[in-house]
C-alpha cells in the first residue's frame, strides 16, 4: 500500500497542532538567552558562572522526566499529559519574569525542564500512531520545525520586547500562549486515529493496516530495560548526546555571543540570531523529503554533523579578525544541525517493536538532555572564561565530531524505500 494513498487529511488536521504544541515548548525554554543577554544578570546580581548555571538547569530537570512521561504516553494518553505540561510550562515561563530573588529562579528553571522533559518523547509516539515507516521522516521535521521556525521569529520579537518593555514583560508576554493553547489542544487532538470522526471507517482500517504490517517481522522486545540493553540504543543515546552539546551550546549562547563579538545592540542581535534557524527550516525539509524517498537516513545524519563541525572549527579559525566570515560560518553550522532531526528520530522505530520504541526514544532524548545541559553550561563558561567564544567553537566542533564517529559505526536495519528499492 502507497503512503499517497494513506488518509492525506491527517496531514492537515494532525501537524499544525503538533508543530504549534511544539513551538510553544521550544519559546518558552529558548528565550532565556534574550533575558541573560538584556539585563536579568544585572537586575538579579547573577555571576557569569550562576548565569551559565541557570542556562543549563533547564536541562537537568529535562533529563529526569523523559522515561516517565514516555511510558505514559505511550501505556494513558499524549494528549493528557501534553495538555497539563503545556499549562505547567506556561506558568513556569511567565512566572521567570515576575522573580526577584535568584533562588526562586534556579527552582524556576529546573521545573520548566521537568514539564517540557515529556512533550518530544509523548509527541514522537504521538505521530507513531498517525504516520507510516515512509511518513515518518517528514512527520517528524513539522514536528520538530517548531524548534527552528519558533528561534526565528523569537529572535527578533523578543530584540523589540526587550527594548520596549524589558526583559520581565518579555518572559510573561511569552509565557501567556502556552496556557491559551492548552485548551485548543484538548479540544482538537485524539490520540489514535480510530477516536476521530474526520477519517472514514476505511481509512482508518487502511491505515491501521499499514501500521500493523510494519511491526510483523521485527524482533520482538519484551521490556524497556531489554530495550535500553540493546547496542544501537546506547549507541544512539552517545550521538544524541554529543549533537545536543553542539545544538544547545549554539542556541542557548548565539545572542550573546553575536551582541558581544559584533558589538551590536539587541535587536540588531536578534535578526542576526534569526537566520541560522531560517537555513534550518529550509534544510530540515529538504533533508527529510530525501530521507524517506531513499530511507538512506544515517547517512544523512552523519554528513550533515560533519559539515556543522567543519563551519565551527572555521569559525575558531578565524577567530576575531572577520566577523562577518566567521558569522556565515555559524549560520551553516546552524542550518546543518538541525536538519537532520526528522530521519534521526525516523530511525529508533525501525530498529525497535512499538511496545518499546517510545521507551527507546525517551532514553536517547535523556542523554540528549544531558548533553544539552552539559553543552549550554560549558559553552556559558567558556566564553565568560576566555572572553572569546574561539574555544567554545572548538568545543562544539569536538563534540559533533564524535556524534559523527557514533552515527557510522550504529549499525541501521537496510530499508525498502517507495520504489521498492533497497536503501543502504
Known sequence: MENKKLAPSRWLKIIPLVFITYSLAYLDRANYSFGAASGLAKDLNITAASS????????????????????????????????????????????????????????????????ESAVMPAMLIFLSNWFTKGERSRANTFLILGNPVTVLWMSIVSGYLVQGLGWRMMFIVEGLPSIIWAFFWWKLVKDKPKDVKWLSESEKKELETALLEEQQGMKEVKNYREAFKNPKVIMLSVQYFFWSIGVYGFVMWLPSII????????????????????????????????????????????????????????????????????????????????????????????????????????????????????????VGYLNDSTGSPDASYMFMAVALVVSVIMTIVVKTPSSTVPNGKLAA
Do not use: H
Request: one cysteine or more.
Open 259 to 378: 551582541k558581544n563579538a559584533g558589538n551590536t545592540g539587541i535587536v540588531a542581535a536578534g535578526w542576526l540570531s534569526a537566520v541560522p534557524y531560517l537555513l534550518a527550516v529550509i534544510s530540515m525539509l529538504s533533508v527529510s523529503y530525501y530521507a524517506d524517498r531513499t530511507m538512506n537516513r544515517k547517512g544523512i545524519v552523519w554528513i550533515c554533523l560533519l559539515i556543522g563541525a567543519i563551519c565551527f572549527y572555521g569559525s575558531y579559525l578565524i577567530g576575531p579578525s572577520n566577523f562577518w566570515l566567521s558569522y556565515a560560518l555559524l549560520v551553516v553550522a546552524g542550518g546543518a544541525m538541525y536538519a537532520p532531526y526528522g530521519p534521526f528520530f525516523a530511525i529508533i522505530p525501525e530498529l525497535l517493536p512499538r511496545n518499546v520504541a517510545g521507551g527507546a526514544i525517551a532514553l536517547i532524548n535523556s542523554f540528549g538532555a544531558l548533553g544539552s545541559f552539559v553543552g549550554s553550561y560549558i
Open 52 to 115: 551559565s548555571l541557570l542556562g543549563a538547569l533547564f536541562f537537568l530537570g529535562y533529563f529526569f522526566f523523559q522515561i516517565p512521561g514516555a511510558t505514559y504516553a505511550a501505556n494513558k494518553s499524549a494528549k493528557k499529559l501534553v495538555f497539563w505540561c503545556l499549562i505547567l510550562w506556561g506558568l513556569c515561563a511567565t512566572a521567570t519574569g515576575m522573580v526577584t530573588d535568584i533562588k526562586f529562579l534556579y527552582i524556576i528553571r529546573f521545573t520548566l525542564g521537568v514539564v
